[in-house]
Nanobody, 123 residues
């Protein structure tokens, strides 16, 4: 059973940066497409960024394009570098793994979820 654990969430001011990490408890990490989702209070969970199994393909939501960067290693870790943070980026950020897709872009594609880490951006 794959387990995911996020870290790196914090409270920052507008314009600040954070780097989120997602650690996977599995040796076959490269068998999974990965993604970062976020959910703000009163809003639906949304895909922020996704990365393919080998890391060659990435996807970003329009709202974070040019500010966020997703990356992964071959061992067991994925990151989300977040720059130029805005108050609207405030949310719980969760990492997720998709078993059956080379790249995954839909909520329903993902099979495993971390518990999330809080990111708060103040103005």
């Amino acid at each position: 059973q794959l387990q995911l654990a996020e870290s790196g969430g914090a409270s920052v001011q507008t314009g600040g940066s954070l780097r989120l990490s997602c650690a996977a408890s599995i040796r076959t990490f490269m068998d999974y497409a990965m993604g970062w989702f976020r959910q703000a209070p009163g809003k639906e969970r949304e895909l922020v960024a996704a990365i393919s199994r080998r890391g060659g393909n990435t996807f970003y939501a329009d709202s974070v394009k040019g500010r966020f960067t997703i990356s992964r290693d071959a061992r067991n870790t994925m990151w989300l570098q977040m720059n130029s943070l805005k108050p609207e980026d405030t949310a719980v950020y969760s990492c997720a793994a998709a078993r059956d897709y080379g790249s995954a872009y839909r909520l329903s594609d993902y099979d495993y979820w971390g518990r999330g880490t809080q990111v708060t951006v103040s103005s």
